[in-house]
């Protein structure tokens, strides 16, 4: 079965940190590219992070403060998210571009002091 699963979000103060995790099943990672997007409320979904073969691309928002990683052995891509804003809190969402697209469920990261 092709899936994804996120997973790592939750609550976290203003400045902290947190690796989203987005776990393959059904593909190789390192066969698609694979981004991540979020959605804030009452926002439209934005693109966020892709790697795609050895390449990285990163949203304005992202640059400097998200890293997008990828592990082949365990078949996950990983957002790291340090120096959260407010502004972050979304639910994020793993994507791989296979077929006509694969979406995660979903994970909710929300900043808040």
């Known amino acids: 079965q092709v899936q994804l699963v996120e997973s790592g979000g939750g609550l976290v103060q203003p400045g902290g940190s947190l690796r989203l995790s987005c776990a393959a099943s059904?593909?190789?990672?390192?066969?698609?590219?694979m981004r991540w997007y979020r959605q804030a409320p009452e926002k439209e979904r934005e693109w966020v992070a892709t790697?795609?073969?050895?390449?990285?691309y990163y949203a304005d928002a992202a640059k400097g403060r998200f890293t997008i990683s990828r592990d082949n052995f365990k078949n996950t891509v990983y957002l790291q998210m340090d120096s959260l804003k407010v502004g972050d809190t979304a639910v994020y969402y793993c994507?791989?571009?296979?077929?006509?697209?694969?979406w995660g469920q979903g994970t909710r990261v929300t900043v808040s002091s």
């Open positions: 994507y791989a571009a296979i077929g006509g697209g694969l």
């Open positions: 059904g593909f190789t990672v390192n066969t698609y590219a």
């Open positions: 790697f795609r073969s050895e390449s990285r």
